[in-house]
Every structure is written in structure tokens, then in C-alpha cells.
């Protein structure tokens, strides 16, 4: 008879084929696209501006890491990620202290004070756009979006759109591949690499389809309803970096189907009434922060029902 030995050991003995470091290493792989057009379009500069946000978001984590006597994890690569977002919204125009502080924001406040990677209530690098925006406006919009070298000014595509400037708009496919004179935060600027990067992480299995697909398709009917081209709302702005590369955010995001669902179409509907009649052109960022605090809530409600408990035990428990 084989000597056979069996190991046993506690559940869980299901194992998932990613661990945290591989499954930032394949978000950074799927925003590598997105990050070649920034630099072509825009410059050195660009690429500089993302390299200070990862290294600031870097150096911050593992600071205070230190400070706390925790285990220094900057090796999950999950600040390089942040820093590359962060990157990715902030304008052409940006000073490098910006970046900076945008990045310790990020990191010290909205991820460390909460404990860390998984506990954060909402998207780092959304959350530290949002305040940079609301202390250095000018340095974050208008002017700030366009190149330093660059002797034509003009406003983004959204700006346009909410002005009415319909003339100066650029064409679906310039605005679909980004690659003639369409401004806007660095990272978004190109809706097919991140199409691209956004494919790559589905069929790799790193973020469901339901919340991108669903939040585009949202965008889309709403645009037709209020009868302007989908496609320019699709393709303009950040919904296309928003909706593959931060509304998935696994700890700021419902886990049930359902609730991927209706956070998807939250996320869209904001975006939309923003844009529509709110008196900011862009509405992701603050569509997908929004939704990121309803999200305990909804998941609450959308959870899958227990069985073999009885409702004492569940009240108790809850």
C-alpha cells in the first residue's frame, strides 16, 4: 500500500490565482497604454508628474508605516497604483508640489488613517483630486490643461460641450484615441488605451464587466435621452478611466452583482446630472466618491440570504 499522507488544515481551502502584489501589477500593466499616449501627447513632463506621485506615495506609506510600527507593505504595490492614478488626474499644468501633497493626501488620510489597504472608505486617488481641486482650482483647471509648449489654447472637450461651442469640438475619433489637441487630465485623454488596459483587466479576471459596462451604458442612454451624442460623452472627460480603473476599486466598491449593479448606474447618473446641469463640466470623480460612501449601504441590502439561521440569530448578529 502507498504511503499516503493527507494534510489537513483550516478553512479556507479555496485559493484565489492572484495575490494583492500581482493584481496591482496587472492594473499597472492595463494603465501602461493610457500612460504611453499621455507621454506622446503631452511630453516628458507628463511622465515626470506621474513618476513624483508614485514615489511620494511610495515614501509616504512606508513612513508612516514605520511611525506605526507596522509592517511596511509598499512591495503589495498598491501606492505605486494610487500614485499612478493620482498621476493620471491631475492636468498638464500641475506644479510637482501639487502632485506631492495630493499624494500624501492620498495616502496618509484617506487610506492609512483608516487602516490601510481594504479599509478605505473610498478611491485614494479620487478622494485627493477632489481636495486639490478645492484648494488650488486654477491650478487644476481651465488653463492648467494645456501644454506649456503647446501656442493654441482651447478648453476640453466637456468645457466645450458645456459652452455650447459645439464648432470647436473635436471629432469622435480624435477624442476616441486622443492623439490630436484633446485636453484633459493626463491620464484620460485616450479612450482607446484605456479601453484597451480596461479589456485586459476583465479578461484577466482582475474587475468584474457589471460596474464599467454598466455605468458606460448609463452615460450613453442618458446622453440620448437629453438628446446630445453618447459617443462624446463616452469618450470625453475620465468616465472611461473612472469606469474601468477606479469604480472598481475592490474596497470602495459592492461585491454582490446587485449591488455592482446599482452602483454602476448611481455612478452614472451623477456623472450625468453634473454634466447636464451641474455647473462643472466633469462629473466622474464626484459621481464615483459619491457612490463609494452609499456602497456599505447598498451591499447591506443586496446580500445573498442566509440559510439555516433563524431570524433571531441574524438580528442578534446584526
Request: proline share 5%.
Amino acid at each position: 500500500m502507498n504511503d499516503l499522507k493527507l494534510t489537513v488544515s483550516s478553512s479556507p481551502h479555496i485559493r484565489a490565482n492572484h495575490s494583492t502584489a500581482s493584481i496591482m501589477q496587472n492594473v499597472i500593466i492595463a494603465l501602461l497604454p493610457a500612460l504611453a499616449v499621455a507621454g506622446y501627447v503631452f511630453g516628458v513632463w507628463a511622465l515626470a508628474l506621474v513618476a513624483i506621485c508614485v514615489i511620494s506615495c511610495v515614501v509616504t506609506e512606508a513612513i508612516i508605516q514605520k511611525l506605526l510600527k507596522k509592517p511596511v507593505t509598499i512591495n503589495d504595490w498598491s501606492a505605486v497604483v494610487t500614485g499612478v492614478l493620482l498621476g493620471f488626474n491631475l492636468p498638464i499644468g500641475a506644479p510637482w508640489w501639487i502632485a506631492v501633497i495630493g499624494s500624501v493626501f492620498a495616502i496618509a488620510i484617506v487610506k492609512q488613517c483608516f487602516g490601510g489597504l481594504g479599509q478605505n472608505f473610498m478611491n485614494p486617488a479620487l478622494a485627493a483630486r477632489a481636495f486639490l481641486l478645492a484648494s488650488w482650482p486654477t491650478r487644476m483647471t481651465s488653463t492648467a490643461y494645456i501644454p506649456v509648449s503647446d501656442t493654441v489654447t482651447t478648453a476640453t472637450p466637456l468645457a466645450l460641450l458645456k459652452s455650447g461651442e459645439l464648432a470647436s469640438m473635436p471629432t469622435t475619433l480624435d477624442l476616441f484615441t486622443g492623439l490630436n489637441g484633446v485636453y484633459g487630465c493626463i491620464g484620460e485623454i485616450s479612450a482607446l488605451a484605456l479601453i484597451l488596459g480596461g479589456l485586459y483587466l476583465i479578461i484577466r479576471g482582475i474587475i468584474s464587466w457589471r460596474i464599467p459596462v454598466i455605468y458606460i451604458a448609463t452615460v450613453a442612454v442618458i446622453a440620448l435621452v437629453a438628446g446630445q451624442d453618447p459617443l462624446v460623452h463616452i469618450f470625453s472627460g475620465g468616465l472611461m478611466l473612472g469606469a474601468f480603473f477606479m469604480a472598481t476599486d475592490y474596497a470602495s466598491s459592492p461585491v454582490t452583482a446587485k449591488g455592482q449593479i446599482i452602483y454602476a448606474i448611481g455612478c452614472g447618473l451623477i456623472t450625468m446630472i453634473i454634466r447636464l446641469i451641474g455647473g462643472y463640466p466633469e462629473g466622474v470623480s464626484y459621481s464615483i466618491l459619491l457612490m463609494n460612501l452609499t456602497a456599505p449601504l447598498i451591499e447591506r441590502f443586496t446580500k445573498d440570504k442566509v440559510y439555516g439561521v433563524t431570524k433571531a440569530k441574524k438580528e442578534a448578529k446584526a
